[in-house]
Nanobody
Framework: VQLQASGGGLVQAGGSLRLSCAAS????????MGWFRQAPGKEREFVAA????????RYADSVKGRFTISRDNAKNTVFLQMNSLKPEDTAVYYC?????????????????WGQGTQVTVSS
C-alpha cells in the first residue's frame, strides 16, 4: 500500500497550491482521509480531514476558510487546495488514510501515511 503525495513547491505569500495524494495497493473509498503537516522543529499537526463520502470535512482553525479538502473515490485520490498561503504554512505535508469511514483530526486514527511533500511559502 502506498500513498503518493505531490503538488508541493515554492510559492509567494498569497499564492495557491493544490496537493494530491494518490493511493495504490488498495482502495480507500470506505476510509476517512486526512492531511497533516510538520514544520522544522515542530510537532506534526492536523490540517484537514474528509469522511469516506466527502460529506463531512474538518479543518484546523489556522487553515479554515483558506484550505479545502476533497476526494475522488473513483481515482482513489484526495486533494488539498491551499489558497491565500502564508509563510507559517511552510511545512512538509503528509496525507494519511484512516481506520474508519469518518473524518478525524487525531493522527492515531490513521493507519497509512504518505511520504510527504514540501510546501514553502516566501514572504
Amino acid at each position: 500500500v502506498q500513498l503518493q503525495a505531490s503538488g508541493g513547491g515554492l510559492v509567494q505569500a498569497g499564492g495557491s497550491l493544490r496537493l494530491s495524494c494518490a493511493a495504490s495497493g488498495r482502495r480507500f473509498s470506505n476510509n476517512g482521509m486526512g492531511w497533516f503537516r510538520q514544520a522544522p522543529g515542530k510537532e506534526r499537526e492536523f490540517v484537514a480531514a474528509i469522511s469516506w463520502s466527502g460529506g463531512t470535512t474538518r479543518y484546523a482553525d489556522s487553515v479554515k476558510g483558506r484550505f479545502t479538502i476533497s476526494r475522488d473515490n473513483a481515482k482513489n485520490t484526495v486533494f488539498l487546495q491551499m489558497n491565500s498561503l502564508k509563510p507559517e504554512d511552510t511545512a512538509v505535508y503528509y496525507c494519511a488514510a484512516g481506520r474508519r469511514a469518518s473524518s478525524s483530526n487525531w493522527s492515531d486514527e490513521y493507519t497509512y501515511w504518505g511520504q510527504g511533500t514540501q510546501v514553502t511559502v516566501s514572504s
